[in-house]
């Protein structure tokens, strides 16, 4: 099980991850970051198979994926 | 979902000078892709005690991969338009203990800076050449690079490019230099594996890595969408295992053949220098 973890101020809503996904769990947020990018959101964190297609994708070192126990969309606002 | 103020940490973060972040690279620039690669391939290198990142360089020439000196937490040099190679040999010699890096783009490594490119290979001098390739300059608007494929449009080339093109990874192997590869941004595991293996040899290596640039090569070229641009990539960079450099192509329509094509472990321009001339007060391969 995995948690998304999302750097919301880097996210540039370019929609790779959101393409790539096999699970098709990531979506584009209704949140926007300073910048009016809106956010990558996943509603179903459970569901990733931690393939880390998306975080591979992400040009901009704003999504990853690391083990958890308890599967989690984490989204670190800084 | 959580949403938190804690610092959770990038995984590349120890690499990245993240207070220039985000960077300027475009949605969906495949830049930021293969730059991702790289620094995973120093970080697990420097982990497993085969580098130490402290050695590590970066020499960047103009254009919008070569931003990339700007957001590496590496000593880094952005150089003159096409003058990344002659900086990162000069760095070499003058301490070889270096392991630089040279991470430009074609526009940069393979037209202005083509006659560097030659002769660095030539010499199979020791540094690291990672050219990414998006098939046009992009920073200037995309004019017409070597690189873009015959009868694709661009700027200057509005009815489409009527050049033959040019294969940098074929062009290079010619010089028979100790590593010669091409990639894509596409093959994300692969490209970290194959730097993870160019990055500690001797010699010179040269790893092409075709990339994304959806803002003017996509809109060029009718792929709008960095997602479709990426698609396209993917579907036409094969991996193949070649027996004559002479087999792959280079071309837009069918296939952009990738594969590891020279890796060999002859003497270096170092070997054979520091061998016939001892300069003193030098170790090479020491720090
Ligand atoms: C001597 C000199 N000539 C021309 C330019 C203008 N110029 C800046 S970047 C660039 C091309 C960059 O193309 P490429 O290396 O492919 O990088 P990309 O932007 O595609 O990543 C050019 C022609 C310059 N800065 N200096
Ligand atoms: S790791 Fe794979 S399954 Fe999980 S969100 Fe990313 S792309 Fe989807
Ligand atoms: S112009 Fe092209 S190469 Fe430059 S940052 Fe934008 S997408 Fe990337």
């Known amino acids: ?78 | 979902m959580v949403e938190t103020q804690e610092v959770i940490k990038y995984p590349l973060d120890d690499y990245l000078r993240t207070e220039r972040l985000p960077h300027i690279w475009c949605p969906g620039c495949g830049i930021g892709m293969a730059l991702q690669a790289l620094l995973w391939s120093i970080k697990e290198l420097h982990e497993q005690g085969v580098i130490d990142r402290k050695k590590v360089c970066f020499f960047t020439g103009i254009g919008c991969t070569a931003r990339a000196s700007g957001f590496v937490k590496f000593d880094a040099i952005h150089a003159l338009h096409g003058r990344a190679i002659p900086v990162a040999t000069g760095a070499k010699l003058g301490n070889p203990s270096l392991i630089p890096i040279v991470f430009s783009g074609d526009g940069d490594i393979a037209a202005i800076g083509g006659n560097h490119l030659l002769h660095a290979a030539r010499r199979n001098f020791d540094i690291l050449v990672v050219m990414i390739n998006n098939m046009t300059y992009a920073l200037t608007g995309g004019q017409l690079a070597p690189t873009t494929p015959t009868g694709v449009r661009s700027t200057t080339t509005p009815r489409g490019n009527p050049e033959n093109v040019m294969d940098t990874t074929k062009f290079v192997a010619s010089l028979r230099p100790n590593f010669v590869a091409r990639y894509s941004v596409t093959q994300p595991t692969i490209l970290r594996t194959v730097f993870k293996k160019a990055l500690p040899k001797r010699g010179f290596r040269f790893i092409e890595v075709m990339s994304t640039c959806t803002e003017i090569f996509g809109r060029h070229t009718g792929f709008r969408d960095p997602y479709e641009l990426y698609s396209r990539l993917k579907k036409i960079c094969k991996i193949k295992k070649i027996s004559s450099i002479d087999e792959i192509k280079y071309d837009w329509e069918n296939e952009i053949t990738c594969g590891t094509f020279i890796d060999k472990d002859d003497p270096s321009f170092l070997d054979m220098y520091f061998k016939m001339y001892k300069p003193r007060g030098m170790v090479y391969g020491e720090s």
């Open chain 1, 1 to 78: 099980m995995f948690d998304i973890v999302v750097i919301g101020e880097r996210c540039k809503e370019c929609g790779m991850c959101i393409n790539v996904c096999p699970k098709k769990i990531l979506e584009r947020g209704e949140k926007t970051n300073s910048r009016g990018f809106y956010v990558t959101y996943s509603p179903k964190p459970e569901e990733c198979v931690g393939c880390r297609l998306c975080e591979y994708v992400c040009p901009d070192f704003a999504l990853f994926i690391r083990p958890s126990s308890s599967p989690t969309y984490i989204l670190v606002q800084r």
